[in-house]
């Protein structure tokens, strides 16, 4: 039988490419047989959560996980491993939060509540005033100041829970979290309290960012989130007395930036070292629980990558870098501050993919790309359908990778299950307890295995 060069080219061509397929195949094979058997991530986040703990900017914990953090890279072995200099917030909690709901005298009834990062102090001896409760800013203009001056704002306005994409509920409700103080303040409010950013009944209050913007500083007002089910039982005792009282005290207290520093450790590729990709999440936490899936999962995880490559023998062709980012939770000054260094040097990273979503099964991934770069993308969707992590989809990436974007570089975040997400966000149930080991390393896998195909493949 007879056959053109140009048929046995595309037949030999064929062949070469089911062969490197199958090579790929195994060496994702190897990656998760690695992470289950032999990896790291359990361990790290067990020393971080329950030695180190809650790592809030500024803060002694945040330097002590800076520290850990630059000598556990350092112990891999990695080609390269530095400090990246920051300036940081610096927010201290101070004695813990008391709130009470009083219907009269002698009658009050305790509620659990924590005050929002970035807020100030009530007075010495607690701030009691009337609430006036709304869903929204629209509520809030319409009622505005002569019905909110010299009372609580009470914003409850719970994330829907007919959206199964957790994140997107989480949107719909957190502005009031976080502009909620600066508008009520603007109307006379003496203080705000925010239904917690949590789609369970619990008795967790939430904490977050929140900010004044442009408000001078004799018109802040303190601001305090309230667990789920206190919101639910102030909000049915409200609507029973108008006229109730609600007793707030707060300790907290802002201070000037501090230094700080993020944490950056690299293995040089052997082929294309000017080509970056860079893996990572964020080193610092809320200061109520140990921040072990927010964000401690994505940190250990982000340095399991290197570890199994170096675990494995793997030599990259381009330069795989890990970021421990600090700042994410109140201010974003490790993201912005590393990408404004990369672009002073002119460093060209190809592809960025961050784990801030919790240690939960892993279900796929979210990029940012341009609609060439997503059908190659695609294409290696075969590579991950026998781990059930082949759920590739255009959406948001991750904050700290996110100052990073440039319309040329494709950035990427681990989408884990989110339905149990936001039970722990943010709140003093963030703990190792709440991790599952198998899940955290599944999650490490998928990272590592996406990280060797954009290696192997490029852009």
């Given at each position: 039988m007879k056959i053109s060069v140009l048929t046995f080219l595309v037949l030999l061509n064929y062949q070469l490419l089911s062969?490197?397929?199958?090579?790929?195949?195994?060496?994702?094979?190897?990656?998760?047989?690695?992470?289950?058997?032999?990896?790291?991530?359990?361990?790290?986040?067990?020393?971080?959560?329950?030695?180190?703990?809650?790592?809030?900017?500024g803060s002694l914990n945040a330097e002590r996980a800076v520290i850990w953090g630059n000598q556990q890279?350092?112990?891999?072995?990695?080609?390269?491993?530095?400090?990246?200099?920051?300036?940081?917030?610096?927010?201290?909690?101070?004695?813990?939060?008391?709130?009470?709901?009083?219907?009269?005298?002698?009658?009050?009834?305790?509620?659990?509540?924590?005050?929002?990062?970035?807020?100030v102090a009530t007075p010495a001896a607690g701030l009691r005033a009337k609430v006036v409760e709304v869903k929204n800013f629209s509520e809030l203009e319409v009622l505005g100041e002569e019905k909110i001056r010299g009372k609580f704002v009470f914003y409850n306005r719970p994330m829907p829970p007919d959206l199964i994409n957790t994140f997107e509920a989480y949107k719909k409700t957190v502005d009031q979290r976080s502009n909620g103080a600066s508008k009520a303040a603007r109307l006379g409010a003496v203080g705000v309290i925010v239904r917690s950013m949590n789609l369970r009944m619990d008795d967790y209050p939430h904490t977050g960012n929140m900010r004044y913007g442009n408000l001078p500083n004799k018109m802040r007002i303190p601001a305090s989130a309230i667990s789920t089910n206190g919101a639910q039982l102030l909000s049915s005792m409200l609507s029973?007395?108008?006229?109730?009282?609600?007793?707030?005290?707060?300790?907290?207290?802002?201070?000037?930036?501090?230094?700080?520093?993020?944490?950056?450790?690299?293995?040089?590729?052997?082929?294309?070292?000017?080509?970056?990709?860079?893996?990572?999440?964020?080193?610092?936490?809320?200061?109520?629980?140990?921040?072990?899936?927010?964000?401690?999962?994505g940190i250990v995880q982000s340095m399991e990558v290197l570890n199994l490559f170096k675990q494995m023998n793997y030599q990259p062709k381009r330069t795989i870098r890990v970021v421990l980012y600090m700042n994410e939770e109140n201010g974003l000054r490790g993201g912005i501050t590393y990408a404004e260094n990369t672009k002073r040097k002119n460093e060209n990273h190809i592809f960025a993919l961050e784990s801030d979503a919790g240690g939960f099964s892993p279900r796929g991934f979210a990029f940012e790309a341009?609609?060439?770069?997503?059908?190659?993308i695609k294409s290696w969707k075969t590579y991950f359908e026998p781990y059930m992590i082949d759920h590739f989809t255009l959406g948001e990436s991750g904050?700290?990778?996110?100052?990073?974007k440039n319309g040329k570089i494709?950035?990427?975040?681990?989408?884990?299950?989110?339905?149990?997400?936001?039970?722990?966000?943010?709140?003093?149930?963030?703990?190792?307890?709440?991790?599952n080991k198998r899940e955290l390393e599944l999650g490490a896998a998928a990272m590592t295995s996406l990280i060797y195909i954009v290696d192997q493949y490029g852009f």
């Open positions: 062969g490197q397929s199958e090579v790929h195949k195994q060496q994702i094979k190897k990656i998760f047989h690695q992470a289950l058997t032999n990896g790291k991530s359990y361990d790290w986040l067990d020393h971080l959560s329950n030695q180190i703990g809650g790592r809030l900017s890279l350092n112990e891999m072995g990695l080609d390269k491993v530095y400090l990246e200099d920051i300036m940081v917030p610096k927010w201290v909690r101070g004695t813990f939060e008391y709130a009470s709901i009083i219907t009269g005298p002698g009658m009050s009834m305790n509620v659990p509540v924590c005050a929002l990062g970035g807020s029973l007395n108008k006229d109730l009282y609600f007793y707030l005290k707060q300790d907290c207290k802002n201070y000037p930036d501090v230094p700080s520093h993020n944490v950056i450790g690299e293995i040089k590729g052997n082929e294309f070292p000017e080509e970056i990709i860079l893996v990572g999440g964020h080193l610092d936490s809320w200061d109520l629980g140990d921040g072990a899936h927010d964000d401690g999962a341009n609609e060439k770069q997503f059908k190659k904050s700290d990778i996110g100052p990073l494709v950035l990427s975040g681990l989408r884990p299950d989110s339905q149990r997400y936001f039970d722990y966000h943010h709140s003093a149930n963030d703990t190792f307890e709440a991790i």
